[in-house]
């Protein structure tokens, strides 16, 4: 490696807003996050589905569309 090219490379603190602190090392120093792997419900596995009012209805309701039917054979 060539010297006096690389950018300093050092401890970093990582603050997710659910509570979490992540040690790792960084360029970038310390910094916080929105969300993490331990509060993203891809991870969690709690992914919530929420119709507020019936959004898919008006939706549907909107653009003409009818429900999901089988086709016949």
């Known amino acids: 490696m060539r010297k006096d090219i690389h950018p300093e490379y050092k401890d970093a603190t990582i603050n997710c807003a659910c509570g979490a602190v992540i040690q790792t090392r960084s360029t970038r120093g310390d910094y916080a996050i929105e969300i993490c792997s331990m509060c993203h419900p891809l991870f969690t596995g709690k992914q919530k589905l929420i ?9 549907n309701k909107k653009y003409g569309r009818k429900t999901a039917t089988t086709p016949e054979a």
């Open 51 to 59: 119709d507020t009012t019936g959004r898919v209805e008006r939706f």
